[in-house]
């Protein structure tokens, strides 16, 4: 597969900005597993926020792992109305635990109440993506 044009990188982290949630994929003891995360775009970096409680951001942190958003749940249509096309990016590379500093951890929002029933506990991961894709589904509302 050829390397992304530069362009195509950028519109992958424009797409990723206009979603709040995405998955993580790493393993855990050998078996894959995807996480539900929320995150933002800080200078040019991925940069995630898990609940503590589950324990996936210590198998992540110094490891590589692969983060992805899509649009797919933004309409409840088959997408033949001529309206946006769906979307998926993917960003891979190595992460590692961070601290943002207030202003950062602000531009996130409020977390979730509860994680599968204890109080969230927020921890953050920084995604350095070495690795970019993006995928369009195009519809031709003509059809």
Do not use: K
């Amino acid at each position: 597969m050829p390397p992304p044009h530069p362009s195509d990188e950028l519109r992958a982290i424009e797409l990723l900005g206009s979603v709040h949630y995405g998955r993580l994929a790493t393993s855990m003891r050998a078996l894959p597993f995807l996480a539900v995360a929320r995150h933002l775009v800080i200078e040019g970096r991925v940069v995630l926020r898990m609940h503590r409680g589950l324990g996936h951001h210590e198998s992540c942190d110094g490891s590589v792992i692969a983060y992805g958003a899509d649009n797919f749940n933004s309409r409840t249509d088959s997408a033949s109305d001529g309206a946006e096309d769906l979307w998926s990016v993917q960003f891979t590379g190595l992460a590692e635990l961070v601290h943002p500093t207030a202003d950062q951890r602000e531009l996130f929002g409020a977390g979730p109440a509860e994680v599968n029933g204890e109080t969230f506990d927020p921890v953050f991961l920084r995604l350095d993506p070495h690795v970019v894709q993006m995928h369009t589904l195009s519809f031709d509302a003509s059809q």
